[in-house]
């Protein structure tokens, strides 16, 4: 009876170390599993990165675009004002003229305060 209890027992060992063979295998393949996933995961990630970055490089642009054009005109409508202030100085200046001449001319003839 002691062998069969022994060819029991050995049966039970090699069931149990096929067991233990077939687990290994399968956490082997897992650990790859898993590790694809990951690395499509980081894939993915630097795909969605870029993407990120070009779409801010792209908006950065718009909103540079945006920013020169409203300086643009912010320095048109300044250019405009300076022009309309010109002409009323040379206007002014036209008007006033006989006048200061007439002063400038007492003073030089001594006629004037």
């Known amino acids: 009876m002691d062998a069969a209890a022994g060819t029991g027992e050995r049966g039970t060992v ?3 170390q096929e067991d233990e063979a077939s687990l ?3 956490i082997a393949e897992a650990r790859r599993d898993a590790a694809a996933a990951v690395e499509a995961a980081r894939r993915e990630a ?3 990165a870029a993407t990120a970055r070009v779409e801010a490089e ?3 642009e718009a909103e540079r675009a945006r920013a ?3 300086q643009d005109r912010a320095l048109a409508a300044a250019r405009a004002a300076l022009e309309v202030e010109l002409a009323e100085l040379a206007r002014r200046a036209r008007a006033n003229r006989p006048r200061a001449l007439e002063r400038a001319l007492a003073r030089a003839l001594g006629e004037g305060p």
Do not use: F, N, Y
């Open 14 to 16: 090699e069931r149990l």
């Open 46 to 48: 630097e795909a969605l």
């Open 68 to 70: 020169a054009e409203a």
């Open 24 to 26: 290994e295998r399968a």
């Open 58 to 60: 792209r908006q950065a």
